[in-house]
């Protein structure tokens, strides 16, 4: 029998100190457990966080032979793309030199017939008016020497080996013609004028004619239709493309790529002038 006398603090009922006391045990002991667990827990965790990061570095890196492969596709198209890329550019640079070399010449032209002849340039004076060329071209006239960087050996008798030596025709194939042999100008901008001129009973439309090398003729293509290109000049000072109806080379017999004959490219000056990718299509 329970004694109703003693206090209702001590009594055992289910709210009493002992269950008080076990509940707090409990708690104690759930959090020990809890926190142990967030423990174990929080560890695996980062162990499981550094592993994943191994993985995926394993997985970001490339094997030898993946490198091996992907710089192997890289060298296969460079190999295909570079060669379109260095012609295309180097295409880009002879039509600029073309074209200043054109607008300097059709300039200079006129102005040597009107200037210094009054309009028309006396047949007498076809070889003595080449030197106001030079004069206003701001060139040095090649005399055989390698002086102004003109090349040696390539004046008198010795001159058409130089040309023979130097240049192609437009298929790159035979050596273009020996012209231009009357006088040689080395521009300061880096082309070459090969001037000649006809002597009486030679001409037909023109009385001077000029070859000139756009980029020089220490540099390559060296080729008729390429860098090379003819034009001629009446004693009034205009000036005739290569090519054009008048000329003494058409375009239709001279600036074919298939057929091998010294002057063929000659008559490729007046598509140079018209068509606007002439250069970008020519053949390589």
Avoid at 93 to 103: D, G, I, N, P, T
Avoid at 187 to 209: H, L, M, P
Wanted: aromatic share 12%; hydrophobic share 35%; net charge positive.
């Amino acid at each position: 029998m329970v004694d109703q006398s003693a206090p209702a603090s001590i009594l055992p009922h289910k709210g009493g100190y002992n269950a008080q006391v076990l509940s707090s045990e409990n708690k104690i002991a759930s959090s020990l457990v809890r926190e142990g667990w967030d423990g174990f827990q929080t560890k695996e965790m980062k162990l499981k966080m550094r592993t994943g990061a191994n993985n995926t570095s394993k997985r970001v890196a490339f094997t030898l032979a993946e490198v091996l492969i992907t710089l192997g596709i890289i060298g296969v198209v460079a190999a295909m793309t570079l060669p379109t890329l260095i012609n295309n550019a180097q295409n880009k640079q002879l039509e600029v030199a073309f074209k200043k070399s054109y607008s300097a010449l059709s300039q200079i032209a006129q102005r040597v017939a009107l200037e210094d002849y009054g309009g028309q340039i006396p047949d007498d004076a076809l070889g003595e008016s080449l030197g106001y060329y030079a004069k206003y071209l701001n060139g040095k006239r090649c005399t055989g020497t390698a002086e102004n960087g003109c090349p040696a050996n390539a004046d008198g008798d010795n001159y058409c080996n130089f040309m023979y030596k130097t240049y192609k025709d437009f298929s790159g194939k035979v050596s273009a013609p020996c012209i231009g042999n009357d006088y040689v100008v080395n521009v300061v901008s880096g082309s070459t004028f090969y001037f000649d001129y006809a002597a009486v009973g030679e001409d037909i439309y023109e009385k001077q004619f000029v070859v000139i090398d756009v980029n020089g003729w220490q540099k390559r293509p060296n080729r008729s239709g390429y860098d090379l290109f003819l034009f001629s000049i009446g004693r009034d000072g205009k000036i005739t493309a290569g090519g054009a109806d008048t000329s003494f080379y058409p375009k239709s017999g001279y600036c074919n790529s298939s057929t091998t004959f010294s002057r063929n490219g000659y008559g490729c000056t007046i598509n140079a002038i018209n068509e606007k990718d002439y250069f970008k299509k020519l053949p390589h």
